[in-house]
């Protein structure tokens, strides 16, 4: 998976608990993406990040936040979740000619 | 609003048959256009892409078609193996690097 670890690989959580979800490469790429999976909808990006301390919003990134203090880790917060953020969370790491390269994901259960 | 359409959603190929997945777009500025593979529980692996200065590009058994004034591309998998059952997007960027993918295309070869 291209240097890439997410962790948790599964988590089930409540309803209005905060969660967090984190990406690590090892590829020092510049470019980092959080995705989420659902079924009918392909992948659709949450919140990407440039740069250390350089992030910005994706189509879907109400309910979620993103920090990047360091080069090699992209964190991806659900400040309260809801059932609707009960997803297959994938994190990408990106060169500067567009190629993504893909995390093994995360499952996240909220009940 | 899904920026990328992408079909059929599910397709079944006889061994050694040819696997056709279409996508077609409407925004004039995208100009990268990959597709990726990805098998149950993993995470989508980048397979082949083009973009739109050329109409073809092929990788081994795999062939990407592009037609710029229709706004469509399309995978071929030519020779099907059962190793090539999995589910197969099609996505595609501008100069932003962030991907829009298709909904996705469940491809399954019978032996």
């Known amino acids: 998976d291209a240097g890439i670890t997410q962790s948790p690989r599964h988590k089930v959580t409540e309803t209005g608990t905060p969660v967090t979800l984190r990406c690590h490469q090892t590829?020092?790429?510049?470019?980092m993406y959080w995705y989420r999976q659902d079924p009918g909808h392909g992948l659709r990006l949450i919140h990407y990040s440039y740069g250390v301390k350089d992030t910005d919003k994706g189509e879907v990134s109400d309910g979620y936040s993103v920090s990047r203090s360091k080069t090699e880790d992209f964190l991806l917060t659900l400040e309260s979740a809801t059932s609707s953020q009960t997803s297959v969370y994938f994190c990408?790491?990106?060169?500067?000619?567009?190629?993504?390269?893909f995390g093994p994901g995360t499952r996240l259960t909220v009940t | 609003q899904q920026q990328v359409k992408q079909s059929p959603q599910s397709l079944i190929v006889q061994k050694g048959g040819i696997s056709i997945i279409n996508c077609a777009y409407e925004?004039?500025?995208?100009?990268?256009f990959p597709w990726y593979q990805q098998f149950p529980g993993k995470g989508p692996a980048l397979l082949i892409a083009i973009r739109p200065d050329v109409s073809e590009k092929k990788e081994g058994r795999f062939t990407i078609s592009f037609n710029k004034s229709a706004k469509q591309f399309s995978l071929h998998i030519m020779d099907s193996q059962p190793g090539d059952s999995a589910t197969y997007f099609c996505a595609a960027s501008m100069d932003d690097y962030k991907l829009s993918f298709g909904a996705g295309t469940t491809v399954t070869v019978r032996a």
């Open positions: 925004n004039t500025a995208f100009d990268y």
């Open positions: 990408a790491i990106g060169t500067s000619g567009n190629e993504q390269y």
């Open positions: 590829e020092n790429h510049r470019y």
